[in-house]
């Protein structure tokens, strides 16, 4: 492909919206361009890397026995009602056609593949299946960032499989983490695998390769000693336990103008973990109050899997004075009318200060069992930072990061719901069980180039870049420069090798600035200077100094670096 000919213009300088390196280089090279918030269209040089990184999944899926195959995107809204996700899956896009039939676009296709099989699948013969698809998603993301991390519009790689029995599952689950590795491998993105909420696909089991960056906006907790690593959303950790003490009678203690944790920690000189936490939520329309030891967290994602919920948010202030509750002097102690979620950590914790549900007046020595009672007791506090691994009690490190691709074991979530059967070899009918595999390629690109670049520009990994050299002329007017240039550009091509030519009128500057942004593995230079010197330059992008080889030798050499 000669420069001068390709569609769109590098940027000296990325637009006002670039947010991170890899949106900016985006933009700058020309391989996107934004079109509406969270939606882009693709240039030449970004959907030749698309394409790539498209054909690098094909192959890995392939080679674990994936199918392929294409669904529509256009989806009837009965079949996630029939789910029961219509009403749950948060930015479904809905839409109705001319005759007032609701339907949907499709943000994933649980439904859409749980309908094929039960279609096409009848006796435990047709058992394993894993097909797969790279299809358009559509989702009204709220705050699309990043340029390519979070947008409304992208291309997902989505594998299902679906099998007889747990084991076939765990065979089909471990098939995908093999291929999910060897795929962030190849596109030269590290990644680390982490524990994971299954959120709104649902299912038992779920785990996130994420690439560890700080411009990420996941958070895991990793414990550098064992290896655990988990969502800050999934992790567990171990509670630092509370001083053993024998129960003491419940008093009031008068706390004028003592309003939080901190607040009290002041003023009776005792310690977070010794007070009670009450925290306010509605739950899809019901009120829930939450206790929780003062020196942890509520983790929001654990508490609305307990309650099973769609929508949780914070009490305002306006709810909390209808339901009577004292904000600042509340307590589960008494309490009545109210779904009551207690953190495990109120169990070994005696003679807590909670609030005594009047102001100004809290209680000391509380007592779970003895003083109040909870509905749910569990597991809802959130992990951070220096907290005692849960396996080894060694301390975590947080770090942030971009979930790459996620698997699940979705159990028989949807075939059950479906009526996705086979008869198995007694003749009885049973749910297939099914794994779910996502991977987005816009996402994938958007991280190869922030893990992959330096000052200057992209550094392509080999099996992602649009091209495989980029041929620089400079002062194509002198014939010697002109005809070397043309004769080395043909015999690449001719050779089968991906070459971008910069054939403009531009100087040595400008041309180089562009060789080093687009990122191309290999540059060959042929100018006055080199010629003189008997040769032309041959540099690795990710190298500083060129190296000259005689010209008579010149695409031996290139052929030989890029073959090799």
Not at 34 to 61: C, F, H, K, N, T
Not at 319 to 331: E, F
Not at 386 to 392: L, S, V
Not at 433 to 457: F, K, Q, S, T
Request: charged content about 25%; proline content about 5%; hydrophobic content about 40%.
């Amino acid at each position: 492909m000669r420069l001068s000919r390709l569609f769109g213009k590098t940027l000296r300088q990325a637009p006002a919206e670039a947010e991170t390196d890899n949106h900016m280089l985006l933009l700058r090279a020309r391989l996107v361009e934004q079109l509406a918030a969270g939606v882009y269209s693709w240039l030449p040089l970004g959907w030749d890397v698309a394409r790539r990184v498209q054909e690098i999944i094909r192959a890995e899926m392939n080679a674990a026995e994936g199918q392929e195959l294409h669904m529509p995107g256009i989806q009837p809204r009965e079949l996630w009602e029939e789910s029961g996700r219509f009403d749950t899956f948060s930015g479904l896009y809905t839409l109705q056609d001319r005759r007032e039939r609701w339907m949907v676009l499709g943000p994933t296709h649980e439904e859409v593949i749980t309908d094929l099989v039960r279609r096409n699948v009848q006796s435990y013969r047709d058992l394993p299946q894993r097909l797969y698809q790279l299809q358009t998603k559509f989702r009204d993301e709220p705050r699309p960032r990043g340029g390519l991390i979070r947008v409304r519009e992208f291309i997902m790689k989505d594998l299902y499989s679906f099998d007889a029995d747990a084991g076939g599952l765990d065979a089909s689950y471990d098939a995908m983490v093999t291929a999910y590795h060897n795929i962030f491998r190849r596109c030269g993105v590290p990644v680390v695998q982490v524990q994971a909420d299954s959120g709104a696909i649902g299912g038992k089991d779920s785990q996130e390769f994420l690439f560890l960056t700080d411009i990420g906006e996941d958070t895991a907790l990793i414990c550098d000693h064992c290896g655990y690593a988990a969502n800050a959303e999934k992790a567990e950790f171990r509670k630092p336990r509370a001083e053993v003490e024998q129960p003491l009678p419940m008093e009031e203690l008068s706390t004028p103008g003592q309003k939080t944790i901190d607040d009290l920690v002041r003023f009776t000189g005792r310690s977070h973990a010794r007070t009670l936490k009450a925290v306010f939520y509605i739950a899809d329309g019901r009120p829930v109050f939450v206790a929780i030891r003062g020196d942890l967290d509520v983790n929001e994602i654990k508490l609305r899997n307990i309650l099973k919920a769609v929508e949780l948010e914070l009490m305002d202030d306006a709810q909390v004075r209808i339901r009577g509750l004292v904000a600042g002097s509340a307590s589960p102690v008494g309490l009545s009318g109210m779904t009551v979620i207690a953190d495990d950590s109120v169990l070994e914790s005696p003679n807590l200060i909670a609030g005594a549900n009047q102001p100004d007046v809290h209680y000391v020595n509380v007592n779970y069992q003895r003083d109040w009672q909870a509905d749910v007791v569990t597991d809802i506090a959130l992990a951070r930072a220096g907290a005692a691994c849960i396996r080894c009690a060694n301390p975590l490190r947080e770090r942030r990061g971009i979930e790459m691709g996620h698997v699940f074991k979705l159990g028989t979530v949807y075939s059950e719901k479906m009526g996705a059967t086979f008869l198995d070899p007694a003749g009885q009918a049973q749910p297939v069980i099914m794994g779910c595999y996502g991977i987005g390629v816009e996402r994938l690109i958007a991280a190869a180039i922030e893990a992959n670049h330096d000052e200057r520009g992209i550094i392509w990994p080999d099996e992602l870049a649009p091209y495989h050299v980029h041929l620089v002329g400079l002062n194509l007017d002198r014939p010697e420069v002109r005809d070397t240039a043309e004769s080395l550009y043909r015999g690449l091509l001719a050779a089968g090798v991906a070459t971008l030519y910069d054939d403009r009128q531009e100087s040595a500057g400008v041309k180089f600035n562009d060789a080093d942004l687009l990122g191309m593995p290999w540059r060959v230079t042929v100018s006055p200077r080199a010629l003189e010197r008997g040769g032309v330059e041959l540099k690795a992008r990710s190298q500083k100094d060129p190296e000259l080889v005689a010209v008579s030798d010149a695409l031996a050499a290139v052929l030989a670096r890029v073959r090799g």
